[in-house]
């Protein structure tokens, strides 16, 4: 995979009414076949002041109202992207 160059966008994060604020973000281009829309990097993640759970799939931050927002990623398509990035065909098994 090669990078191609990169863009600074102001990005904001959240939900309509539960927003983070907008930060400037360093995207990367690539040239090659990856499963991701998009990769954040821990700086961006500690500009937001967010906290990752791998293991749940789940994002907290707050948001510019003071609230705490939570995004949580569907572990269905995760695993499917997943198995699409190594090529292998998923097999049909229990969900934790």
Not at 77 to 86: D, G, K, N, W
């Amino acid at each position: 995979m090669d990078t191609q160059g990169y863009i600074d966008l102001y990005t904001m994060s959240g939900e309509e009414k539960h927003l983070s604020g907008t930060i400037k973000i360093r995207y990367l281009k690539f040239k090659g076949n990856i499963s991701y829309i998009i990769l954040l990097g821990r700086h961006s993640l500690n500009i937001v002041q967010a906290i990752v759970s791998t293991l749940i799939l789940a994002m907290k931050f707050s948001s510019t109202s003071g609230d705490i927002v939570t995004m949580h990623v569907d572990q269905k398509v995760a695993r499917e992207c997943f198995m699409v990035s190594l090529r292998v065909e998923p097999t049909n098994r229990a969900q934790y």
